[in-house]
């Protein structure tokens, strides 16, 4: 791999990171943009992304802070945290991307709850973290949202609507991907 | 794929909250727009039309409310949604009464934000849509509308899909009847603006005055009778495309301001002081020799060149008569749904009359000559009877059509000039006439016609 190539996953969570789960969400980016990716533990977030006001960090500071430590030689970096994370505006967001730029960031904070706020099942949350990291990394590459609510480019507004899209995208995003991305895969 | 969806105007004093509102917007296809205070909002609302409104309630100089009512005033149709940190009764209450669409309390849940926005912008779209199907003619016109096998209209539809593409001027030259509007929705249709508005304007049906008004709008009390503003043609058609027909019509001081509208693509309101932008592809059409009305003087030359960018000239009907008969099914097949009626089609007699027939209104004439006889055709055949075709000029000197004559004489002039042309070659002249030599024969001997009269 060369310089600024492939994508890079960061465990960047404040808790133990689950290997085995986020190895196989690796496979399945690898395969989905067929470009090397790798996976990284990364200590963080740092502390100034913490608004202690909300008790939540900002996903906008996350990924300042991303583009600056964390992407040694990828051209894509996409953080995956356990803290649950916000824009100034609304009271949650599962993540946040720079829309054709190199960095991203995925929260499983409320992955991991039900609608009803029970603990879900292991395999709907690795399901849904390989949705919502297709989804951001879809944004780095310059993707906007879908209407077609079972594209992966679809709009996730809860975790229904994450549960609800397939990890997948949809014909004309993948021909879009595919030209973004030069004509050399997707 | 998401396509290009409205524009939303952002109004907070807070950078972090316009621009990560903005992002998340854009995410979704929108284009945001963002100003950190009231009057930047007015200056952005008297330039561009939005489809939704966020605007902040608390903010330091013009408030929120005073914005709404700007907004209300300016842009009565984009709704606005107030947003506050404070969530009072009160404040929302006044903001409702003032025709606020709703008010959000910050950090909003994103359901909720999405949900509103998506609603309203799918409403707007909705609403522009319903009046455009409205005055449109209910259908989508596609290259597919316009049939032809004749080797000069498929080099006319090579250029026009090859113009489509672009965002160049088209200028559609032709004959009245030819097509020129269904060509021009045509490329509209296959270009990437084709989710934006058609609006179409016919320069020689309004004087001077009212066209510039129907061009460009009006102020309030810009002149007599105007007791509101309104918007112009170039202000309906942003993001879509604004056709020009008769455009060798209009009066020197159209011309100029046409002129300027191309050269700077912005432009006032009768009676405005704000320059006002546009974003429209312009296809103009008319049936005159633009270069003619150029070399005498009555259309300015740099318009001209400004409009004649890519030009098409659509031929006339005598000109692809191998069209007739696929034009007649095309519209035969229309008339069948639109009647209700078992129609089969045009008797041989009668389509020989029509390939005959030198159609000086072209496809428009052959439509409502069809019309006519579908309408009138007692049985499932439309017979020469039923196409009461109107006979075609005299030819080169020949005299001039009286037009108090009754259909009668008509016909038998026409007859007589026609058999005069073929010096009595009843073969021939029946030919055409489109009819065959024994109808020929019997009109002769009804109109009592004689060779030495």
Same mark, same amino acid.
């Given at each position: ?37 790798? #996976? ?9 992304? #913490? ?14 802070? #991303? ?45 991991? #709850? ?73 | ?11 907070? /004093? ?87 669409? /709703? ?254 027939? /030198? ?95």
């Amino acid at each position: 791999m060369g310089e600024r190539e492939g994508i890079l996953l960061a465990w960047i969570g404040t808790g133990p990171m689950d290997a085995d789960m986020l190895e196989r969400v690796r496979q399945q980016v690898q395969a989905t943009f067929a470009v090397p990716t790798r #996976l990284l533990r990364v200590n963080g977030p740092p502390g100034d992304t #913490l608004e202690p006001r909300r008790g939540q960090h900002s996903s906008t500071r996350i990924l300042r802070w #991303l583009l600056g430590t964390a992407s040694p030689g990828a051209a894509k970096v996409l953080g995956i945290t356990d803290v649950d994370l916000f824009i100034p505006v609304l009271t949650f967001v599962f993540g946040e991307a720079q829309v054709d730029g190199p960095a991203a960031v995925v929260s499983v904070a409320r992955l991991r #709850l039900t609608y009803d706020e029970r603990p879900a099942p292991p395999g709907l949350l690795e399901a849904r973290l390989a949705k919502e990291c297709l989804h951001e990394l879809g944004h780095t590459y310059g993707l906007v949202h879908c209407p077609d609510g079972a594209c992966v480019m679809s709009r996730s507004n809860s975790v229904l609507d994450v549960d609800r899209k397939r990890a997948a995208f949809c014909r004309d995003c993948r021909q879009r991907l595919w030209e973004l991305l030069g004509g050399r895969g997707g | 794929m998401m396509k290009a969806k409205g524009s939303i105007l952002v109004v907070d /004093d807070e950078e972090i909250v316009r621009d990560s509102l903005a992002s998340w917007l854009e995410e979704d296809g929108y284009r945001v727009d963002t100003a950190p205070d009231g009057q930047t909002a007015l200056a952005k609302l008297r330039e561009q039309a939005y489809a939704v409104l966020l605007v902040d309630l608390k903010m330091p100089g013009m408030d929120g409310l005073q914005v709404l009512a700007e907004a209300r005033r300016l842009q009565p149709d984009a709704p606005v949604i107030i947003m506050t940190a404070y969530a009072t009764v009160d404040t929302a209450v006044q903001a409702m009464k003032q025709g606020a669409y /709703d008010y959000l309390v910050k950090p909003f849940e994103p359901e909720e934000l999405s949900m509103m926005v998506g609603k309203l912008t799918h409403t707007q779209a909705l609403r522009r849509e319903n009046i455009l199907l409205r005055k449109a003619l209910k259908r989508r016109f596609e290259f597919k509308d316009m049939l032809s096998k004749s080797p000069k209209m498929d080099a006319v539809f090579e250029l026009a899909r090859t113009a489509a593409k672009s965002n160049s001027t088209v200028l559609i030259l032709g004959e009245s009847g030819t097509g020129k509007e269904v060509l021009a929705r045509a490329i509209h249709a296959e270009s990437p603006r084709r989710d934006g508005p058609f609006v179409g304007v016919s320069c020689a049906a309004l004087t001077e005055s009212l066209l510039e008004s129907e061009l460009f709008g009006h102020e309030k009390g810009a002149f007599t009778g105007a007791t509101t503003s309104a918007r112009g043609k170039f202000e309906i058609a942003a993001g879509g495309t604004l056709f020009l027909d008769e455009i060798g019509d209009i009066s020197p001081k159209l011309q100029l301001d046409l002129l300027r509208v191309l050269d700077a693509r912005e432009f006032r309101r009768v009676g405005g002081a704000q320059l006002i932008k546009t974003d429209v592809r312009i296809i103009a059409a008319t049936n005159r020799d633009l270069k003619k009305l150029v070399e005498s003087g009555t259309f300015r030359e740099d318009l001209y060149y400004r409009l004649n960018v890519i030009p098409v000239t659509l031929p006339p009907l005598r000109e692809r008569k191998e069209d007739i008969p696929l034009l007649v099914e095309h519209f035969l097949a229309q008339f069948r749904v639109e009647m209700q009626k078992p129609l089969e089609g045009v008797s041989a007699e009668g389509l020989e009359m029509l390939m005959a027939h /030198d159609w000086p209104g072209n496809v428009r004439e052959l439509k409502n000559v069809l019309e006519r006889g579908a309408v009138l055709a007692r049985g499932p055949i439309i017979t020469p009877l039923d196409l009461e075709l109107a006979p075609a000029p005299p030819p080169a000197g020949g005299a001039a059509r009286d037009t108090a004559d009754s259909l009668r004489e008509v016909e038998r002039k026409h007859i007589l000039a026609t058999l005069r042309q073929h010096h009595w070659n009843i073969t021939r002249s029946a030919k055409a006439l489109g009819i065959d030599r024994v109808t020929l024969y019997n009109k002769i001997k009804r109109y009592q016609i004689r060779e030495d009269e």
